[in-house]
């Protein structure tokens, strides 16, 4: 079967800001919706879009975790075509909102964490951060790349989703008016490279901030303690490269 080609969305960005003059109500106050940045036609497809919030491994030479510099429109196309050829499929995540797509590095991307050892564990920093404007900062740790060298490339990419309806609530909560989202169904919101071909431990942190609640930066999912202890066991011997 031929597979499935991406039909990029050349009208989102028109019907974007056709809804952008729609106004919604929410807390009593009128929220004045306005046309994403992800709009651009070339980051849409039937199934996929690419997030800004995952634009920022692109964007962000800080970020803590995969940085990468392929082609943002080649990348989100040919997430499609892995996930058409139906070797790729949607794999659950830890809510119903979230699902991943486990896929080959195709995009060179080095290892985004490293094992602590008594010999690396001098060159850890630490810092209250925050990853997005309005969001709170909590403590993080990671390796600073020029002290442990260059790491290696990995096998597999994980590419995180979420759905466009948890994406809305979450920026509706954070009080951001760019609500206005492509009409694919999922959001491309992380990529992660990793050799294992399913999901690693979420940082322990990243649970926290997630049951503080959307007003937070957080997707609003209660804690569960057994997946935090399993999180803690993973992180206490890991920590990200930046």
């Known amino acids: 079967m031929q597979m499935l080609a991406v039909r990029l ?3 989102v960005v028109g019907q974007s800001l056709a809804r952008s003059s729609s106004v919604a109500q929410r807390n009593g106050k009128h929220m004045i919706l306005r046309s994403m940045a992800t709009a651009d036609p070339s980051l849409c497809g039937d199934v ?9 491994q692109w964007d962000d030479l800080q970020y803590s975790g ?4 392929f082609d943002k429109a080649e990348f989100t196309k040919r997430i499609h075509e892995y996930h058409a050829s139906g070797d790729h499929p949607l794999v659950d995540g830890y809510a119903p909102f979230c699902k991943h797509v486990f896929v080959p590095n195709f995009v060179s991307a080095k290892a985004s964490t490293l ?3 008594d010999d690396n564990a001098k060159h850890i920093r630490s810092e209250y951060k925050s990853r997005k404007p309005g969001e709170l900062p ?10 442990v060298g260059e790491p290696p490339e990995t096998k ?16 509706a909560a954070m009080d951001l008016q760019e609500v206005v989202l492509p009409d694919a169904p999922w959001g491309i919101i992380s990529i992660k490279a990793q050799d294992e071909p399913q999901e690693l431990p979420m940082q322990p942190i990243t649970m926290m901030r997630n049951a503080l609640g959307r007003e937070e930066g957080g997707s609003g999912v ?5 997946k935090y202890n399993a999180a803690v066991s993973y992180w206490q011997d890991h920590a990200p490269i930046i």
């Not at 995969?66 to 510099?69: A, D, I, M, R, T």
């Not at 209660?222 to 057994?226: K, T, V």
Request: hydrophobic share 40%; aromatic share 12%; charged share 25%.
């Open 156 to 171: 597999m990419l994980d590419v995180i989703l979420y759905s466009r309806e948890q994406l809305i609530k979450e920026r």
């Open 222 to 226: 209660g804690l569960d303690r057994e």
């Open 138 to 147: 909590v403590l993080t740790r990671w390796f600073p790349n020029e002290a």
């Open 9 to 11: 969305q050349s009208t």
């Open 115 to 117: 094992t602590i050892t």
């Open 48 to 56: 996929f879009f690419l997030d800004t919030f995952a634009q920022r």
């Open 66 to 69: 995969s940085q990468l510099s």
